[in-house]
């Protein structure tokens, strides 16, 4: 996978690992919304990419925003709404740093001093003999609610978590 799509996967599947949150609408996949029901949207809006150093080969610095839409059924009011906001403010609380391996689909085979994917691919390892691959860390800057707005049939809370990775 790309960076942004390893990104894209580390947040929603952090989302996805948080308990007791209504269904979640995700981005290009089909989805309708029942009445009566809440239901949460997630997007993944990246803005920026840039050297975190000067020099040859600098690492880069990824920004972006994760925006988190908490859709109630109208006529609940704004309480709702809010009351799922505010544990996803928890969930994505700043400061947090969330790690993301996407190799979980891959059978790892040992090979003197390195790991062999079942692609034939290398995984180096250092001398603690921890792979030094795979593995993402997105960092989160901020969360924060927006302003509520009403898309009948539902009242819809907006959530936006401000991310970073440096890559």
């Known amino acids: 996978m790309t960076i942004i799509n390893d990104i894209r996967a580390c947040l929603d599947k952090h989302l996805s690992d948080t308990v007791d949150i209504p ?30 150093v000067r020099g040859l080969n600098p690492q880069q610095r990824y920004d972006g925003l994760y925006s988190i839409l908490v859709c109630t059924p109208e006529g609940m009011g704004p309480g709702a709404g809010y009351e799922i906001a505010d544990f996803l403010l928890d969930r994505f609380e700043a400061t947090t740093d969330i790690s993301y391996t996407p190799l979980t ?14 692609t034939g691919d290398i995984l180096l390892l250092d001398t603690l003999g921890t792979t030094t691959a795979g593995t993402i860390i997105v960092s989160i800057d901020y969360s924060e609610v927006r302003t509520s707005f009403l898309d009948s049939p539902f009242y819809c809370t907006p959530v936006t978590v401000g991310w970073y990775i440096y890559h």
């Open 23 to 52: 269904p979640i609408a995700r981005q290009n996949v089909p989805y309708e919304p029942t009445n009566g029901t809440s239901f949460i949207k997630a997007d993944l809006v990246p803005t920026s990419r840039r050297p975190a």
């Open 105 to 118: 689909d891959y059978l790892l085979l040992e090979s003197g001093d390195s790991l062999l994917l079942e």
